[in-house]
């Protein structure tokens, strides 16, 4: 990058010395962050690495970017000690000298060798043998290429820092989780559980060891931001089988409360099947009396005791036996599902095998009540309310009952004692009795 022009009027001594104290002092930060970028613990580790994918990439042009500034550095040392010994031990300084130091205080008084190489040349923006430059030029690009190789030396450190620490923690969750999967079964091959940790350990395997080889791979840029170093880790993976294994973890758990209440919920198996078979066979108990004492009505059939439950409660109970927790656990969740819903089919088939004595029973009380209206009205003696009432109580407690005539029987009788139990009108135009109603 070269320079032309005038470096502008001639300075005084004051200029020249105000000019050296400033370059001095410039002089001392950059070699400060020099030696601070050189002795940081992320650039030691990427020294000594065997890096891959972009993080090979971005090490190559840093690695480039510290070997030019030191390059820099070292012409920007020696053009500031000759200045420095031009100015030095003079009280008065010439019109020849104030122009020389001003030519090399502000001029491109500085010529460095070329960059090198197609790293250093995209990274300079040149690709010629030599630059000059002014000592305040050489500052800009020693501060643009530190900026550079701080950048991906923060970024790497930062990923390294970050990553393989929780990582290794996470793995040695995963291997207390491998330990308590053993102790209730679930192995890989034999629970889909044991398979999702054994993915997961080889996930975290080989997590680590591409954050080791590329940590740059694992890092999201802060957009618009120019401070070195700029951004986060990104810990998507590795959140994803964090997740994972909790889900597991949470598997296994439950595995275990299966072990801790396993007779418990036998125990409460075996007491819900066996109230079934008792509601079961009490309804089919009661559709052999509706049968017997109920005619021309539809009772459906009962069936037997679920063999297919208890065979499954057979198995439950020889899993515990051998503590096959894994395959119990899932078992004594469908068994309990199940076992509720025949207790439920149990008590609906007795309400549908005894709904016709619920009927007869219901005719049987609204017969009565309104035999005891009419009485308490005085019509107990009416010739054809106690014809009806006879008829429809000799087909209600007979036996087999026919619910659908003793039904219209006792309807009718309703009928009967309805219209008894109404106050009749006298007709209009006819004769009336002055001695009025008796």
């Not at 701080?150 to 970024?155: C, E, I, K, S």
């Not at 998507?236 to 801790?260: K, N, S, T």
């Not at 009661?286 to 037997?304: D, M, N, T």
């Not at 429809?392 to 139990?421: F, I, K, N």
Request: one cysteine or more; glycine letters at 6%; aromatic letters at 4%.
């Amino acid at each position: 990058m070269g320079v032309a022009g005038p470096p502008g009027p001639v300075m005084d001594r004051d200029e020249v010395d105000r000019a050296l104290a400033r370059l001095g002092a410039e002089h001392e930060a950059v070699e400060t962050s020099l030696l601070s970028l050189q002795d940081h613990a992320g650039r030691r580790l990427l020294e000594g690495a065997e890096l891959t994918g972009v993080t090979a990439e971005r090490w190559a042009e840093a690695d480039s970017s510290i070997t030019l500034l030191w390059s820099y550095f070292d012409a920007y040392t020696a053009a500031l000690h000759e200045a420095r010994s031009l100015r030095a031990g003079k009280r008065w300084l010439s019109q020849e000298a104030l122009a020389e130091l001003t030519e090399r205080l502000r001029g491109a008084s500085v010529t460095v060798p070329g960059a090198t190489g197609a790293v250093a040349a995209r990274l300079t923006g040149s690709q010629s043998l030599s630059e000059s430059f002014t000592l305040g030029q050489l500052v800009d690009r020693m501060n643009k290429l530190y900026a550079h190789s701080l950048d991906m030396v923060v970024a790497a450190d930062a990923v390294w820092s970050a990553l393989p620490a929780r990582i290794d923690l996470l793995s040695a969750e995963l291997q207390r989780t491998l330990s308590l999967a053993n102790s209730v079964g679930v192995r890989p091959g034999e629970h889909p559980a044991g398979d999702d940790l054994a993915r997961i350990a080889r996930t975290l395997t080989r997590l680590r060891a591409q954050v080791i080889s590329d940590p740059l791979a694992f890092w999201q840029s802060a957009g618009g931001s120019s401070a070195p170093g700029g951004g986060r880790p990104d810990t998507e993976r590795y959140d994803r089988e964090a997740r994972a294994l909790e889900d597991v973890r949470r598997e296994i758990e439950a595995v275990l409360a299966v072990r801790q209440d396993a007779e418990a919920r036998l125990h409460g198996l075996r007491d819900v099947l066996s109230r079934a078979d008792r509601t079961l066979a009490e309804a089919r108990t009661a559709r052999g009396e509706v049968l017997a004492k109920i005619a021309a009505f539809e009772v459906p059939a009962v069936s037997g005791p679920p063999t297919a439950l208890h065979e499954q409660l057979a198995t439950a109970a020889e899993y515990r036996r051998h503590a096959q927790w894994n395959r119990l656990s899932p078992l004594l969740d469908s068994l309990e599902a199940k076992a509720e819903d025949e207790l439920l089919r149990a008590r609906e088939s007795l309400t549908a095998v005894t709904a016709p004595l619920a009927v007869r029973a219901e005719l049987r009380g609204r017969l009565d009540a309104y035999k005891a209206k009419v009485a308490r009205l005085g019509h107990a003696e009416d010739p054809l309310l106690l014809e009806r009432y006879d008829t429809a109580r000799r087909m209600l407690w007979s036996a087999p009952c026919d619910l659908r005539a003793a039904e219209a029987a006792v309807r009718r009788y309703q009928q009967a004692a309805a219209e008894a139990l109404t106050p009749r009108v006298p007709e209009q135009g006819g004769p009336t009795d002055s001695r009025g109603d008796s």
